[in-house]
């Protein structure tokens, strides 16, 4: 099966900071999603992004599909932003996340 | 438009125990799809509805879990019986065809 792997694993950030979170996948996928998981457990779809670049206010993401990797960057990051970033790949009829970055935005 | 619905949000039973968990997708989306997350690890796909048919059920431990989702809307996963190592949060999502995934809240079941 397909491996999808995250980097970095944990992540510790001053309030204000950038960061890039790393997605790699060992197949082709038909698509790919980010998630952020909230201290509450609720995942929140940030981006479906197949390909290509999109931006929502201090988030914005890249998928190289024929290098099979995405990136997430995050911009002047904000204590709300603490979580754990999940990356998920549509692989035939699965839908495969990897193991996840955990991110701690200090005030 | 509404989420996806989930309910109970907690529960907590003995082993031996059963429980059921349910789901309420987006309207209109015909895929649904209950995963496990076990504390400190990403989603783990238990089963996948393609309307009220089932697409993928290979990681779902068939000798005490199972799901139905009646007139392709509305779904319930059971365990029966429950095992300690079952302390999880089951997540429901559904998504239309060529678009993302949408998550619930999720229930967060602990076996003691």
């Known amino acids: 099966g397909i491996q999808v792997e995250q980097s970095p694993p944990d992540l510790i950030l001053q309030e204000g900071a950038n960061s890039t979170l790393r997605c790699n996948f060992s197949?082709?996928?038909?698509?790919l999603q980010w998630f952020h998981q909230n201290p509450w457990g609720q995942l929140i779809n940030l981006f479906y992004i197949p390909s290509g670049t999109k931006q929502n206010g201090r988030l914005s993401a890249t998928t190289v599909a024929t290098e099979r990797y995405s990136l997430l960057y995050i911009s002047s990051s904000q204590t709300t932003d603490s979580g754990v970033y999940f990356c998920a790949v549509n692989y035939g009829q699965n839908f495969v996340f990897g193991p996840g970055t955990r991110l701690s935005v200090l005030p | 438009e509404a989420g996806v619905a989930q309910s109970p949000r907690y529960k907590i039973i003995e082993k031996r125990q059963s429980v059921a968990f349910w789901c309420n997708p987006i309207s209109g989306h015909a895929t649904l799809y209950w995963y496990q997350q076990i504390l400190g690890q990403g989603p783990k796909l238990l089963i996948q509805f393609q309307n009220n048919g089932v697409v993928d059920d290979s990681q779902l431990p068939k000798d005490r879990f199972s799901a139905e989702r009646l007139k392709g809307v509305d779904s319930t996963l059971k365990i029966q019986p429950a095992k300690l190592e079952d302390s999880a949060v089951y997540l429901c999502a559904s998504s239309l065809e060529g678009n993302g995934y949408t998550f619930g809240s999720g229930t967060r079941l602990t076996v003691v």
């Open positions: 197949d082709s996928v038909n698509n």
